[in-house]
């Protein structure tokens, strides 16, 4: 995250015993290291979250507080060069592309090495387009407009990171150009930016409830943070150390109360809210009490200046570009280790790697003479680096790299659409009931038999569509991310529950033989599912068929044979069961869900057991490459359904009469 304000800062380990002191005046005015600290508790905090997401799950809102003091100090400049008329946009932008275009281009290059050398085909194409997409500080906008139901999992892009720094970047253009214009104006500037600061929020919060991903990427949902610091800076002077008598025990207990802030920010927040929304109070408003607690307050002074919180702050920034590339290329070069010590060295590999980029290619580019010279080299040297990774996603992650034996895994590629019948009977997130096309195989005078459930049960279509032929008509009912269980909510899919409603009612109208429930249960209150099984026999539904979990891959089942089979020199051989690199956990799920849901006229399907044994689990059907069992870490493909659907319990679905 870049909140570095200053050309001028301590070098890294040479911070003074008392920086409140004899700090050095930057651009923004007097350099205070309690800023620096606060850099360092929201880097620290987003290390632990990315390597010990289990210890720390709350870690994420590190990025909220940079963004905080990135609003104060970028403010500050601005206020502070509009009020001495010595502001100018040429030297602003200069700054900032000193500042960022080094550290960012030390990054960019590494990682389209490393995903030339680890990466598949489809892969590295991604990492190309993230490359490119870094490069041009859109970062945020290439992601959500990849995310779905059905994107990769955040380990497997390595670039992931740079979402924030879009958003920065993008508030960096639009923010100057804002408050030069309201100064020429004279329009009352802070009213403005308040005004300003409300809407935004609201946007968060409008959009965190309908489209989460827009709220957690786009900039106009995130702005209000960025804005919350640059009120702080234009309504208060914390730079100063000399505080009024009858002010300092405010200060005090405004430093304190916003350590608590986000201390609470850590311990409440994690992956199940919705986020930014309300809760991305709780870290904003801690960084704004702290900030405005000024350099003296006890936590400020006492905890933060501490010379190895401001040692840490200095290199967040570069702290920040390196520990998750190396965190996710560690995840993709060895998929089923999930041991903490990997994990561990990687985030201790980041700190000498921050430092060193930091104090060899940062600080020399930021201070000295030739400035004009060495933003052009920036500009070129980014520019180049962004070019190398459109050419990558272009030329469609240069599916020659592969050794001839890894050709066909590399370039595997599922196409869901048409197999599991996406936007049609499989609905999207943002279709209702209303829109289910055309979703029944007709076998005339056979059994009826019905597929309700989300994206588990949709990957069933293709075996049970083999299945149906001649013995019984399947109608497929399904929707992404919305479980068959009814009278409950689901916030990432406001219209599940009328779906679930209009499909009991169309079973409870046609009464088919049989219906069959699958989704991945342990992400829902599978608890309730007794519910819809009850109504279901109450409707006049002979039999209800209910299919547990697949197996959970460490990380996409390609990925996982593709790093195998570049291990398995020189023959490339991946195997055909995997004893490693799936989730223990799920077989206690199985076993605990099959016995919670167990009763008269309900059968369950472990597909654990079909495709598990003591050996390992089932990687393949056959030699070949495209009959891996599932494209993705726990979707099966066309030959994983068929062989899982041959392989239910005999009297499972209707025999051929």
Known sequence: MDSMPTDIAPTPGAAPRDATLVAPRTEAGPYRPDVDGLRAVAILSVLAFHAFPQWLPGGFIGVDVFFVISGFLISRIVFTGLSAGTFSFRHFYARRVRRIF??????????????WIIQRQVEYAQLGK????????????????????????????PLLHLWSLGIEEQFYIVFPLLVFLAWRLRIVRMPLLLVIAVASFATNLYLVARDASAAFYLPHARGWELMAGCLLAGIVDPSSSAQATTRTQLRHLASIGGALLIVAGLLLIDATRSFPGYWALLPVAGAVALIGAGPDAFFNRRVLAQPPMVWIGLISFQLYLWHWPLLAFLHIARPEDSSLFPRALAIAASFPLAWATYAWIDKPVRTGPRSRTKVTLSCVALAIAGFAGWCVYGFGGFPQRAPDALSALAAFKFPIDGPYRFGSCFLKLDQDFGQFGNCRQAVPGSDAVVLWGDSHAAHLYPGLEEAARDRFTLTQLTASACPPILDTDFPDR?????????????????????VILSAYWPAYPWQKLPLTIDR???????????????????????????????ADVPSHRFPRRLSTGTDEKQSAFDEQFAKAIAGPGVSYVSVL?????????????????????????????????????????????????
């Open 494 to 514: 406001p219209k599940c529950r009328a779906i679930n409603d209009g499909v009991l009612a169309r079973m409870a109208r046609e009464r088919p033989h049989e």
């Open 609 to 657: 057991s079909i495709l598990c044994n003591e050996s390992g689990c089932l990687t393949r059907t056959r030699d070949d490459a495209s009959s891996i069992i599932a494209w993705d870490i726990f979707h099966l493909t066309t030959e994983g359904s068929t062989y899982v659907v041959a392989h239910f319990p005999e009297g499972s679905l209707p025999q051929k009469h």
């Open 102 to 115: 080094p550290s960012l281009t030390a990054i960019l290059v590494p990682a389209l090495g490393l995903g």
């Open 536 to 566: 279901l026999l109450a409707a006049g539904i002979d039999r209800v068929v209910v299919v547990g979990p697949v197996p959970l891959w460490a990380s996409g089942l390609p990925e996982l044979l593709y790093a195998r089979a570049k």
């Open 130 to 157: 993230h490359v490119a997409a870094g490069a041009g500080f859109v970062s945020n906008i290439a992601l959500w407009l990849e995310s779905g139901y059905f994107d990769s999992t955040a380990d497997a892009k």
